[in-house]
């Protein structure tokens, strides 16, 4: 391999092994030649695999997954923010509770469930029950992201609640 870029069979190789492929079939699907022995392709492959370049570009396609998967840290404290924020009565419209993306703080809810009662096809009762994740807990997180709770810690985004309130709807 010459120069530090790969070629594009090289790269090929790369994202078909990351792609969890044998190192024979990424060097095949690569476009490398098929026509040599199976014991002269897996030597191929399995040198190219382990040089530098190659295991570099995994290295690229696993942070570039990473950083997909994994929520960021300012995606965490939004979240735990949202939690924090929740409370049943934002979720109570025209006396019904409602719970669907367009309400601030969607996030909160841990649960919905309905509730009928019926007796002979007639609907004697209908209940919904809400439970809302725990906003002192995702407080609790954000002040340790914060490192509120350290002695001596200067914190530059301090986190202010002026209200937190828990309320629970009537169980009939």
């Known amino acids: 391999?010459?120069?530090?870029?790969?070629?594009?069979?090289?790269?090929?190789?790369?994202?078909?092994?990351?792609?969890?492929?044998?190192?024979?079939?990424?060097?095949?699907?690569?476009?490398?030649?098929?026509?040599?022995?199976?014991?002269?392709?897996?030597?191929?492959?399995?040198?190219?695999?382990?040089?530098?370049?190659?295991?570099?570009?995994l290295s690229e396609l696993q942070a570039a997954e990473d950083t997909k998967a994994v929520m960021t840290v300012q995606e965490r404290k939004k979240r735990l923010s949202e939690i924090g924020r929740g409370r049943v009565v934002d979720f109570i419209i025209d006396g019904k509770i409602k719970v669907d993306k367009t309400i601030p703080n969607v996030g909160a809810v841990e649960s919905v469930k309905n509730k009928t009662q019926k007796v002979n096809d007639v609907i004697l009762s209908e209940d919904t029950e809400l439970k809302l994740l725990n906003p002192i807990a995702a407080i609790q997180e954000l002040n340790k992201m914060e490192h509120v709770y350290e002695t001596g810690t200067t914190v530059v985004n301090q986190i202010q609640i002026t209200e937190v309130v828990m309320v629970r709807p009537e169980v009939k």
């Open 1 to 57: 391999m010459k120069g530090d870029k790969l070629t594009a069979k090289q790269d090929r190789f790369a994202r078909n092994i990351f792609l969890g492929m044998s190192q024979r079939a990424a060097w095949i699907d690569a476009g490398y030649s098929s026509k040599y022995a199976v014991a002269r392709i897996d030597s191929h492959a399995c040198v190219l695999a382990a040089s530098g370049k190659v295991k570099e570009r």
